[in-house]
């Protein structure tokens, strides 16, 4: 069974970074393909409530992210280390969510049902 394991979470000022990683045990984590969903203040407490962040694709590295971080966050991996990043840079108030890792099967994966292994989420908190 593949764990996934978040670390990095904090409170971070407008315009400011925040590195969160995500280290996976078990499992052949080359093989995934991984990615980045957040879950907004406000929005369900399950599933539907997460949105797609950025993705890994475990073939060829190729990334995706959505329009409201594109150009920002950036997911990168080290299979040495069966570890996952997203890097965000020119944070905004709205990031602000609880930001969840996830593996996949697929190369490429978008809804949360394409997932099967979620970290624990971190708190990501954007304020001046």
């Known amino acids: 069974q593949v764990q996934l394991v978040q670390s990095g979470e904090g409170l971070v000022q407008p315009g400011g970074s925040l590195e969160l990683s995500c280290t996976a045990s078990?499992?052949?984590?080359?093989?995934?393909?991984m990615a980045w969903f957040r879950q907004a203040p406000g929005k369900e407490r399950d599933f539907a409530g997460r949105?797609?962040?950025?993705?890994?694709?475990?073939?060829?590295?190729?990334?995706h992210y959505s329009d409201s971080v594109k150009g920002r966050f950036t997911v990168s991996r080290d299979n040495a280390k069966n570890t996952v990043y997203l890097r965000m840079n020119s944070l905004k108030v709205e990031d602000t969510a609880i930001y969840y890792c996830?593996?996949?099967?697929?190369?490429?994966?978008?809804?949360?049902?394409?997932?099967?292994?979620w970290g624990q989420g971190a708190q990501v908190t954007v304020s001046s």
């Open positions: 996830a593996a996949s099967l697929q190369s490429r994966p978008f809804y949360t049902y394409d997932f099967f292994s």
């Open positions: 078990g499992g052949t984590f080359s093989r995934y393909t």
């Open positions: 949105e797609f962040v950025g993705r890994i694709n475990w073939r060829d590295d190729t990334t």
